[in-house]
């Protein structure tokens, strides 16, 4: 089976300046053509850096690609470093040169003399279009150069940009590796789940997870959010795709409601379509939470269908005043309680005139806990025209996740307790 090596190139990179996204991009497009990426490496703008993760990468997979260091400027040493690699020199190709000269001709400049290095390619490379910059890609084969069992090793230099990296990588780079990889496909599923961790669902699924199985199951966890990556590798598209669809099916069968969305879905697209498909409205009072469930209903497209309104009530003269929750039941059970939270839920219901409300209440953190009412602890109350059911939770892992795992869990209440 062809596999992947992603060498992620730039100073920046490491610093955390810079977040590369190049790489995620690249290993879904490799995936998705049957080419696995098996390793990742990330180094600093220096040839012998950049020489030594290219034998590592080579090392490890049939095709490697390379992003960033394309540039004019002294930092950008990819060209140097591909070339150092090869065993062989770099050349000026003039039709490049021209090329890069158009570029600014066309917007009334002239041509930095630091751009002329873009126009040197490794001899024997093949120089890849730059339709959005002046810096052109390489492509070039590694003849000897590493261990080849399977033919030359395909190495690729992309600009790190990343519009001009998407756009040379599908133009010019895809169709080759499709071609390399006409033997072998891949299907790939993902199931998002809400509603246990990622060691509850791990132990659910027994030997499922079990290294070197085909197909491959991968668990990742974000904000509450497990995802289950099915990859299932065979000779041809239908095989793989049937033996994911086999195993998806098996999922489901064991997670049950746990299941609540494929693909990149999330809680508030499932929730928001099932409102959408029903009729029905929802409003929210957040408190802790500070507008975060608000603006994950309204992260997704059309939700004006179902959602009305929102009201963030911090204080408790907001709660008061907004909600028309009782002052008594705030001193008698204090803001971050059950009661209120159901008060919260009721009064925008009322106020909304929605078919659903969420009250939420806690406290985020860091501070302002007690023995009785720690950090992380909050009450999430769904209100309905049949019944009000309110939960308590405790979040852990700081005032940032304990305000997004309250609201994709109200969201998840929303969707498993009031069967929308």
Known sequence: ?????????????????????????????????????????TV??????????????????????????????????????LAQFLGTELQLRSNLLQTIKDFFAKRGREMPAKCEVEAYIPAGAKALANNLGTAPGIMAEA????????????????PGVPAEMKQMFEESVLGELQERAHSQAVAVR????????????????????????NPLINCTAH?????????????????????????EAMLRSILDRLVYGTGEQTLAEVVGEKLAQKGQTIAVAESCTGGVLAK???????????????????????????LGVPAELIDEHGAVSQQVAEAMARGARKRAGTDFAVGITGIAGPAGGSEQKPVGLVYICVDSDSRCETQRFVFSHGRASTRIRAAQTALNMVRTRFCI
């Open 44 to 81: 600093a703008d220096d040839i012998d850096q950049i020489v030594r993760a290219l034998e590592l990468a080579s090392e490890d997979a049939d095709a490697v690609m390379a992003t960033g260091g394309l540039g004019p400027t002294d930092d950008d040493l990819t060209r140097q470093a």
């Open 296 to 322: 994950l209903l309204t992260d997704v497209p059309g939700s004006s269908r179902y959602f009305t309104h929102g009201w963030i009530t911090y204080s408790n003269e907001a709660k008061i005043s907004e």
């Open 223 to 247: 904000a509450g959010v497990i995802t289950l990556c099915i990859t299932a590798t065979a000779k041809d598209k239908q095989q793989a795709e049937e033996l994911a669809q086999k195993d």
């Open 190 to 213: 993902k199931l998002r789940c809400f509603g246990k961790g990622e060691s509850e669902i791990a132990e659910l699924l027994g030997g499922l997870m079990q290294r070197g199985r």
């Open 1 to 41: 089976m062809e596999k992947a090596s992603i060498v992620s190139i730039g100073n920046e990179l490491l610093s955390g300046q810079t977040v590369s996204t190049n790489a995620s991009y690249l290993s879904e497009k490799l995936l998705s053509v049957g080419i696995p990426v098996v390793s990742c490496y």
């Open 143 to 158: 003849h000897g150069k590493v261990p080849a069992k399977r033919g030359p090793k395909l190495l690729v230099a992309l």
